[in-house]
């Protein structure tokens, strides 16, 4: 069975850093377009970051210089690392994998979602 | 505010059709990326429903239908049910953001 499962969420101060994990099963994360996709609350999704099978990694804007996203092949696990977070930042991160292997391809693997929690 | 544009909400009653528009720009469905729908009900992650523009993964009712013109795309549901109550988001490829873009999401509700 093919899953993504997340963790690594959890309440945390403004200013600090918290890094997730997403570990797949029954696919490769080497071999698929993995993203980071939230949802604030009360909120729509709203896409964070993408790591090419090629190696190739992209953000949002509202991301970019704060989380890094990298993957461990041999684990074969998808991370994402949050620093400087912010209040804004709060939200259901979920892991989704672009199984056909291209970013123009849909979203068609998804994990359940980790929360993550910025208050003082 | 999403570059892809959804209203916020729509609604019929069991039995009838309603249609969901997204509308983006030249740099993204104007610029033949191919548009995807999500079905999300709360806590739960987001479903798969049309990619490509008009095809369904298996398992998805042909009740649900979608379709892409221009800079523009449409998600159909026939028939609506109770179980449809949910929150739907189109998806897709944004060149000048060089990422994946969201539609600020509709949510349907059936009277």
């Known amino acids: 069975e093919v899953q993504l499962v997340e963790s690594g969420g959890g309440l945390i101060q403004p200013g600090e850093s918290l890094r997730l994990s997403c570990a797949a099963s029954?696919?490769?994360?080497?071999?698929?377009?993995m993203n980071w996709v939230r949802q604030a609350p009360g909120k729509g999704l709203e896409w964070v970051s993408i790591?090419?099978?090629?190696?190739?990694?992209y953000y949002a804007d509202s991301v970019k210089g704060r989380f890094t996203i990298s993957r461990d092949n041999s684990n074969n696990t998808l991370y994402l690392q949050m620093n400087s977070l912010r209040a804004e930042d709060t939200a259901i991160y979920y892991c989704?994998?672009?199984?056909?292997?291209?970013?123009?391809?849909?979203?068609?693997?998804w994990g359940q979602g980790t929360m993550v929690t910025v208050s003082s | 505010q999403s570059v892809l544009t959804q209203p916020p909400s729509v609604s019929g009653a069991p039995g009838q059709r309603v249609t969901i528009s997204c509308t983006g720009s030249?740099?993204?469905?104007?610029?033949?990326?191919?548009v995807h729908w999500y079905q999300h009900l709360p806590g739960t992650a987001p479903k798969l429903l049309i990619f490509?523009?008009?095809h369904r993964p298996s398992g998805v009712p042909d009740r649900f239908s979608g379709s892409k013109s221009g800079i523009s795309a449409s998600l159909a549901i026939s028939g609506l049910q109770s179980e449809d109550e949910a929150d739907y988001y189109c998806?897709?490829?944004?060149?000048?953001?060089?990422?994946?873009?969201f539609g600020g999401g509709t949510k349907l509700t059936v009277l």
């Open positions: 989704a994998a672009q199984s056909s292997g291209w970013y123009g391809e849909p979203l068609d693997i």
């Open positions: 029954g696919l490769s994360v080497s071999s698929n377009y």
């Open positions: 790591f090419y099978s090629g190696g190739n990694t």
């Open positions: 030249s740099s993204n469905i104007g610029a033949q990326y191919a």
């Open positions: 490509e523009n008009i």
């Open positions: 998806q897709t490829y944004d060149s000048s953001l060089a990422g994946l873009i």
